[in-house]
Nanobody, 123 residues
Framework: QVQLVESGGGLVQAGDSLRLSCAAS????????RGWFRQGPGKEREFVAAISGSKSTTYADSVKGRFTISRDNVENTVYLQMNSLKPEDTAVYYC?????????????????WGQGTQVTVSS
């Protein structure tokens, strides 16, 4: 059974940094795309960043230049480095995996989801 487990969330101040991790078990995602999404209070789940099997990346405009997605295929883990955090980044962050190599920005494209980790940014 595939499991994705996020870690690294927390409460930080505006301008701080956090690094989220998402470890996969049950299958290898070495060639498959991985993504990060987030859901703020009262909002829809939205795309944040994605990385393809060949490690090409794509970002939402709201995080471009501040967030970096990366992957370690040996550890079967994907990371989200978040710098210059803003209060509007407050959300539950979910990692996702899909049975395909191309990164996607749509949540319907992903087959596997983690349980989420809370990120709260105070002003």
């Amino acid at each position: 059974q595939v499991q994705l487990v996020e870690s690294g969330g927390g409460l930080v101040q505006a301008g701080d940094s956090l690094r989220l991790s998402c470890a996969a078990s049950g299958r290898t995602f070495n060639n498959y795309a991985r993504g990060w999404f987030r859901q703020g209070p009262g909002k829809e789940r939205e795309f944040v960043a994605a990385i393809s099997g060949s490690k090409s990346t794509t970002y939402a405009d709201s995080v471009k230049g501040r967030f970096t997605i990366s992957r370690d295929n040996v550890e079967n883990t994907v990371y989200l480095q978040m710098n210059s955090l803003k209060p509007e980044d407050t959300a539950v962050y979910y990692c996702a995996g899909r049975r395909g190599t191309v990164a996607s920005t749509t949540k319907e494209s992903y087959d596997y989801w983690g349980q989420g980790t809370q990120v709260t940014v105070s002003s």
